[in-house]
């Protein structure tokens, strides 16, 4: 494929900021490297995105048998923002605090060939 294998994962339930301090680490990676950073991470993004990118690489070697995962990079990965969710806390004397459930979407990019 000329643009790539690209998967995507929607209203993730992850804050965009802390995906992202995550997606910078891993541009521009090869598929292997990558898989082996996220097993490594201890946040729960990284285990998000790590199934989401082996569900990418698994359809990208799926779909040409050419490839294998040794030529496959991460050649873009986007996080944006999703809806929020309010969520009230009720405290005394008839007040509330507003929580906001924050997510995202993850979009992700592989490129095969050397």
């Known amino acids: ?10 209203y993730v339930s992850l804050a965009g900021y802390k995906a992202r301090r995550i997606a910078n680490v891993l541009r521009n990676k090869r ?8 097993r490594n991470l201890p946040h ?5 995105i790590r ?12 779909l040409d048998r050419n ?10 990965i986007q996080i944006s923002d999703g809806p929020h969710i ?9 007040r509330a605090d507003v929580l ?5 979407h993850i979009y992700v990019t592989l490129k095969g060939g050397r």
């Open 86 to 94: 309010k969520r009230i806390w009720r405290r005394g004397r008839g």
């Open 31 to 38: 598929y292997p490297e990558v898989v082996g950073i996220l």
């Open 100 to 104: 906001l459930k924050k997510q995202s």
């Open 67 to 76: 490839l294998d995962e040794e030529s496959l990079r991460l050649t873009d």
């Open 51 to 62: 199934k989401l990118v082996e569900s990418v690489a698994s359809n990208a070697l799926y």
């Open 1 to 10: 494929m000329a643009n790539g294998y690209s998967g995507r994962l929607r």
């Open 44 to 48: 729960k993004g990284a285990k998000i």
